[in-house]
């Protein structure tokens, strides 16, 4: 079973930057793409960013293209966002994944069966 521990979320003002951070227990071709979601009180969970470990791959959302950015670390089997130029509506909590389905589709915003418990992240204005 892939565990995946995220942390690194808190409480910034706009402007401001955080990175988050997902430990994945393994590095195989069950975690073939890492992924961040996001769920904002009373809407769904949508896509934010995604990755391959090889780093070949990567996809974002149109609303943080420009602002975020995701990245690994194979040696620590991690994965980061840096998010910077933060605004309100970045707040959520924001979810880890991890999962092969991209492999099959090239999608990279389907297809993942390992989730994180979640970090919060707040923007104040």
């Known amino acids: 079973q892939v565990q995946l521990i995220e942390s690194g979320g808190g409480l910034v003002q706009t402007g401001g930057s955080l990175r988050l951070s997902c430990a994945a227990s393994e590095r195989t071709f069950s975690t073939y793409a890492m992924g961040w979601f996001r769920q904002a009180p009373g809407k769904e969970r949508e896509f934010v960013a995604a990755?391959?470990?090889?780093?070949?791959?990567?996809d974002y959302a149109d609303s943080v293209k420009g602002r975020f950015t995701i990245s690994t670390d194979n040696a620590k089997n991690t994965v980061y966002l840096q998010m910077n130029r933060l605004i309100p509506e970045d707040t959520a909590v924001y979810y880890c994944?991890?999962?092969?389905?991209?492999?099959?589709?090239?999608?990279?915003?389907?297809?993942?069966?390992?989730w994180g418990q979640g970090t919060q992240v707040t923007v104040s204005s």
């Open positions: 990755i391959s470990w090889s780093g070949g791959s990567t």
């Open positions: 994944a991890a999962g092969p389905g991209p492999y099959y589709t090239g999608n990279f915003r389907l297809g993942y069966d390992y």
